[in-house]
């Protein structure tokens, strides 16, 4: 009986543990971009976009903000998209188009809490990869 009290304890205690972290979302973003003095560690590689889609949704802290977006296959056209609340999303610029290669895009100034990039045109066999720096 006093081991199934303990483990009965131990459930509880997992589950509140669990409810909690959903609460205050840290299930789905576990790290702040842009808070680290190790450059390295202010730096987040996007998941390869594939087709019209919004990608994962990062947390960031810094006013400046680098993006190296890499695109094969063809033109692509996207967005970076900010949030002060997860919620609400406005661009950070207009929807660009860009041809195949690698290309720089650098925002300073902005004052947002999150950050997603969103795809709006893109063909099949087309792919966009971006890579996020914030300070």
């Excluded at 290669?101 to 997603?116: E, L, N, W």
């Amino acid at each position: 009986h006093k081991e199934y009290r303990r483990q009965r304890q131990m459930c509880i205690r997992d589950s509140t543990h669990l409810d909690l972290q959903h609460h205050l979302g840290l299930c789905a973003m576990s790290y702040i971009y842009g808070l680290s003095t190790d450059v390295s560690r202010n730096i987040y590689t996007f998941a390869t976009l594939t087709a019209p889609s919004t990608s994962e949704v990062v947390e960031v802290r810094g006013t400046n903000l680098t993006f190296i977006c890499t695109v094969t296959g063809g033109d692509i056209t996207w967005e970076i998209q900010g949030s002060l609340d997860g919620t609400t999303w406005a661009s950070l610029d207009t929807a660009k188009t860009k041809a195949a290669g690698t290309h720089a895009d650098f925002y300073t100034g902005y004052v947002v809490r999150y950050i997603r990039v969103v795809t709006t045109t893109q063909v099949a066999g087309r792919t966009l990869s971006i890579t996020l720096g914030a300070s």
